[in-house]
Each structure stands twice: as C-alpha cells, then as structure tokens.
C-alpha cells in the first residue's frame, strides 16, 4: 500500500547550525507535499508545501526540494534557533484527498 | 487557512462510555477528516468525512466504533463508542482547503482522550 518513510527519527544540532529531514514515498500518483511542525501539547501546523510540478520552494529559513524520479522530498531549516524544536511531520497526497503521512521527526536545537 | 475549535479539549472517560468529540470550522469545506494521534507517534487517519454523504474509513476502523456526523459545511462530530483503555490518545479534526497551494489540510487543536 501507500507509504511514506521519513528519516531520521531524531535530529540534534546546534544552534546556527542547518537541518534537513527527508522522506520518501511509494506512490507515483502522489502530487502534493506538505510539511507540519508539531510542538509538544499543540496542533500540527503547516509550515510548507510543494507541488509535483515545483522542484523547490524557500520560505525565508525554510525550503523543500522534490524529486519525483526518485520519489524523495526534503526539509531544510537553515541557521536553526532553539524555537525551531518540534517533531516535523512530511505528508504525501495523490488527489484523493487523503494524506499519508511520514513518522515524524524530532529536531532538538541545542543552545 | 481557518479558525478550527474542537471540544472538549480532553476528557478522562470510563470504560465501556462513549465520547462524542466536535469539530467546527469558521468557513464552509467540503472535506473534513478526523485522525487519531497516539503519544509520540504520527497520525493516523479514521476517516473523512463529506457533507452530504456517508463517512469513509480507513482500514482497522469501523463504523460502529466510530460515528461520524457531518450535517454541513462547517461541523462534525466524532464518537468514540464502549471505549477501553486503548482508545486513549489525541484525536484531531481537520479541513481540506483548496488554496493556491492545492488540497491542504489544517488541523483542530485535538482532544485528549484518557480511559481509564
């Protein structure tokens, strides 16, 4: 069935240092990829998306780059900061309006 | 996006209860999906729910375990029926919004659910 692997499951850096979380997926059909910050106690909250036709997206810190020969997508956070702590969550979506989403990943920033 | 509220926001249930958990949107959606978050995993989606029409599950979940009503655009409810102790867990709301971006979904604040 449809999947979505998402690596890896806990990421520590340093503060100013980068970050890049990367999931892949089975379903060729899949068109649409968001990406969620979830912190402790809250609600997942769309940080980003890219569609199939896009290879890149940057918003301010935060960019996600496509591959679809290889069915992979990634996060970059750049120059992280201690609110950048949160578990991230990648999510496929192939027009049946339904998403799979990854495992989710733990960002620690460390001071 | 929108404003999404659920309530109640947790509840401590006894088991065999029911709970019924609502979802209300501040704009018309088509598509509203409810999912279950358990500690310190990811989400997995019950089904989604379109006004107008029956709820589709997902595999492992059921009708009778979990009703859904969906009397228009903007609301929902999910119940969780003769609960165990393994229903413990978030279960969130959320909407599918057609913005310039495509199908994206944004989600409620989620309702703890503990049975004890």
């Known amino acids: 069935g449809e999947n979505v692997e998402q690596h890896p499951s806990t990421l520590s850096v340093q503060e100013g240092d980068s970050a890049v979380i990367k999931c892949t997926y089975s379903d060729s059909a899949s068109n649409y990829f968001p990406w969620y910050k979830q912190e402790l106690g809250k609600r997942p909250q769309l940080i980003i998306d890219i569609r199939s036709n896009v290879g890149e997206k940057k918003d301010q810190r935060i960019a996600v780059t496509l591959n679809k020969t290889a069915k992979h997508f990634s996060l970059h956070i750049t120059e992280t900061q201690p609110e950048d702590s949160a578990v991230y969550f990648c999510a496929a979506h192939s027009g049946t309006y339904k998403y799979i989403f990854g495992t989710g990943t733990r960002l620690k920033v460390l001071a | 996006s929108a404003v999404i509220s659920q309530k109640p926001s947790r509840d401590i249930c006894q088991r065999g209860t029911s709970l019924t958990i609502q979802c209300q949107v501040d704009s018309q959606v088509t598509m509203m999906f409810w999912y279950r978050q358990q500690p310190g995993q990811s989400l997995t989606l019950i089904a989604t729910?379109?006004?107008?029409?029956?709820?589709?599950?997902e595999s492992g979940f059921v009708i009778d375990k979990f009703p859904i009503s969906r009397p228009n655009l903007t609301f929902s409810t999910l119940t969780v029926s003769n609960m165990s102790p393994e229903d413990s867990s978030i279960y969130l709301c959320?909407?599918?919004?057609?913005?310039?971006?495509?199908?994206?979904?944004?989600f409620g604040p989620g309702t703890r659910l503990t049975v004890l």
């Open positions: 959320s909407v599918g919004l057609n913005g310039g971006s495509g199908d994206t979904q944004y």
């Open positions: 729910a379109n006004q107008g029409s029956e709820a589709t599950y």
